[in-house]
């Protein structure tokens, strides 16, 4: 028994929790073939349980993280192109990114993988993405087209409009806006609007004495990026200024990243007519018909003070800060899928930020943005030489198991009444798991990929996903969907849904193996499935109930 737990609980430490850093979420067949080949092993499995990883000169009792982890923590180097390095994640992920490769790379040639029907954009879109010559021309092409017609904007309803445009194609101008469940009617699908607009990670990098030299930076990125796209340095330099300062008053009326987190905090539905209220020199209608979504009418605000704040940036328009700010955005927007001037200036910004030594080579890059754009047809390919049946299903017993044990320890926790002992097992019989892959595979099938343009490329697949988000507006929740792509070394719980997904990506060796030994399998795997499951019954899972709404179902006794 004391060797099994100290199996569970080494498994536990160092496949979870060891990481360094170095810085600063048409019809289709409804599942893979019923029966899946044995895996194709990409690299060398590591073992399970890696004695090589211990150091077994400290007392296990005393210093359990330095006795399970500590050979690895001293032999192990930060690779270059990574801001930090785990012991499970980082490597299982560079594991899942060989057999990608390997899969996308037999796309492009035109071995069409008979597990999926798409086969030939996956590899449409990562041979264009590779195409480096294709990203000096044809991607700055694009984007010049989309440059004029920014310069082209002299009123409000241009300016709208383009802001519609540009964030259907991935730039993050002003504001963000998409589909959202309801809080308070966990079955309906509203609009959301949210903040947004930096090129900074959050509002307190605006205002921090200790941030100043990254504004700095950011502000000299932002000049660069405008050079390089045809802006004349001095002008750009000019341009720079305004920008940093016109997403500074952003920053200003921004949430902060706390109270943004708080469920209580972000819901606020006040519908279109609320919303064109509090920024009534935004031109919503022009706004929602760029996206051909006329008729949304039901939305949530999420931060309350925003829009009013931006309103005021908008009541005196200056037309040519308006228009350098959203030509940045869209170079910002496009960066990955130009040429190298752009991505090493990108980059750049990126190790000033994270402390990242290298850039990440092209083909990881490619599988990266792949993956982003067509995840779910690349992902049929990938959980049929992964996981197969027999390890959803092994995976899905573990998941029962925990959950059974939750259950029997809920009947001991002396801290909780009855009220809301009860609630907790109404709401634990209603968790719906996701285990692998989709039980309905997404439709790619108007998605239009070429080999012409990796940036038209990235703003097809972004506009369908788009498109695609705004449709479930004032539909029924789709409780089928998956928030994650299936080789995503990730797992969530989602409150509003009551869901736990695991997808095929971290249910891989070392943190899960079909025929693996039960410690093994429970102390990594098992880790990560009780610990999303305590997520709906933590400080936020406790304001949801189990049908997903906003309803605080614990009693006031043990709140």
Request: charged share 25%; aromatic share 8%.
């Amino acid at each position: 028994m004391r060797r099994l737990l100290l199996a569970v609980l080494f498994a536990a430490a160092c496949h979870h929790a060891a990481e360094t850093k170095s810085e600063a979420p048409a019809a289709l067949p409804s599942a893979p073939p019923a029966k899946v080949e044995a895996p194709i092993p990409v690299a060398p499995e590591p073992p399970v349980i890696d004695e090589s990883a211990m150091d077994k000169s400290v007392d296990a009792c005393g210093d359990f993280y330095q006795y399970a982890c500590g050979g690895w923590l001293k032999s192990t180097p930060i690779p270059e192109d990574r801001a930090a390095w785990g012991r499970g994640g980082s490597e299982l992920r560079q594991r899942n990114e060989t057999l990608l490769h390997e899969i996308l790379e037999k796309a492009a040639k035109g071995d069409a993988d008979p597990a999926d029907p798409f086969s030939q954009k996956v590899g449409d879109y990562y041979a264009a993405c590779m195409d480096e010559s294709k990203a000096e021309t044809a991607s700055l092409e694009t984007l010049k087209a989309e440059l004029k017609r920014i310069d082209g904007i002299k009123n409000a309803k241009g300016l709208a409009t383009e802001v519609g445009l540009l964030q259907s194609m991935g730039a993050n101008a002003f504001f963000g806006f998409g589909s959202q469940q309801d809080f308070k009617d966990a079955t309906l699908v509203i609009g959301a609007a949210d903040q947004g607009g930096l090129g900074l990670p959050d509002r307190d990098y605006y205002f921090d004495a200790d941030k100043k030299e990254l504004r700095d930076t950011y502000q000299d990125h932002v000049a660069k990026m405008l050079a390089l796209a045809g802006t004349p340095a001095a002008a750009a330099k000019k341009q720079a200024a305004a920008i940093m300062k016109l997403e500074t008053a952003l920053a200003k009326v921004s949430m902060d990243k706390v109270k943004h987190r708080k469920p209580k905090e972000t819901y606020h539905r006040i519908e279109r007519a609320g919303l064109v209220k509090s920024a009534p020199h935004f031109a919503w209608k022009e706004y929602f018909a760029a996206f051909g979504r006329t008729d949304v009418e039901a939305v949530n605000v999420i931060p309350p003070d925003f829009f009013p704040g931006m309103d005021k940036l908008l009541a005196k328009p200056d037309w040519r800060t308006l228009q350098a700010y959203l030509r940045f955005r869209a170079i910002e927007g496009s960066q990955n899928q130009l040429g190298k001037a752009f991505v090493d200036e990108a980059f750049n910004m990126t190790r000033a930020l994270s402390g990242t030594k290298a850039l990440l080579p092209r083909w990881k890059r490619c599988v990266a943005q792949t993956d982003r754009a067509l995840g779910e047809a690349l992902g049929r390919s990938f959980v049929v030489t992964t996981i197969g049946d027999e390890g959803k299903a092994k995976a899905k017993e573990m998941i029962e198991g925990i959950e059974g044990a939750f259950q029997r320890n809920l009947a001991t926790v002396d801290w909780m009444d009855d009220t809301a002992r009860k609630a907790s097992l109404e709401k634990l019989r209603k968790i719906n798991n996701k285990v692998g892959y989709p039980a309905t595979w997404r439709d790619y099938t108007e998605m239009k990929i070429t080999r012409d343009s990796p940036l038209a490329n990235a703003i097809e697949a972004t506009g369908f996903e788009t498109k695609r988000d705004l449709a479930k507006i004032g539909k029924p929740v789709d409780r089928a969907e998956w928030g994650m792509t299936p080789p995503t070394v990730n797992a969530y719980y989602n409150p509003s849904l009551n869901e736990m997904v695991f997808p095929a990506g971290i249910l891989q060796v070392p943190y899960f193996k079909p025929d693996g030994a039960d410690a093994a399998n429970y102390g990594a795997a098992g880790m990560v499935m009780g610990h999303e499951l305590t997520h709906g019954f933590d400080n936020d899972g406790r304001l949801f109930d189990g049908d997903g709404n906003l309803r605080e179902w614990w009693s006031k006794e043990v709140s």
